[in-house]
């Protein structure tokens, strides 16, 4: 017996989108903040969503890139820490940086009284990896 929401193509854009939603940030009151219930309206909400794909996206490169450089390091005498620094700079990054520059993002939809949809948050979060992402590898940095 099948159940209500799961298979076929209705269940996987269902899931689709319950992960674009982001209703991990309750409504402030009654909820008659944002006339529409799928949108982030308020700071703290456009805030989280941002900073969240941010913090995932990051971890999404990270982690398989530490785990590669354990296993490729394990017998070097000090190589194999080179993976726990490549673990902290995708978690400490996102939170330093991330919170800051979402916030920056957030205050700037807030300040012009626009909605973020989820969509949105998703991809200004992923933008700010990828951003990241392409300093890293076109070595602007090194030839400052």
């Known amino acids: 017996m099948e159940r209500e929401g799961s298979g076929g193509s209705g269940g996987s854009a269902g899931l689709l989108q319950q992960i674009l939603s982001l209703k991990v940030v309750p409504r402030v009151g009654n909820g008659t903040l944002c006339p529409n219930s799928t949108s982030l309206c308020?700071?703290?909400?456009?805030?989280?969503?941002?900073?969240?794909?941010?913090?995932?996206?990051s971890l999404f490169f990270h982690v398989p890139a530490g785990l590669l450089a354990l296993f490729t390091l394990r017998h070097h005498k000090y190589g194999r820490f080179m993976s726990v620094s490549i673990l902290l700079m995708g978690i400490v990054g996102p939170i330093t940086a991330g919170i800051l520059t979402s916030a920056a993002i957030a205050g700037v939809y807030r300040a012009a009284g626009k909605?973020?949809?989820?969509?949105?948050?998703?991809t200004l979060g992923t933008g700010q990896t990828f951003c990241v992402l392409v300093v890293s590898f076109l070595r602007i940095l090194a030839t400052l």
């Open 115 to 122: 909605e973020m949809i989820p969509f949105e948050a998703l």
């Open 42 to 57: 308020s700071f703290p909400e456009m805030w989280y969503g941002v900073f969240l794909w941010a913090l995932v996206s």
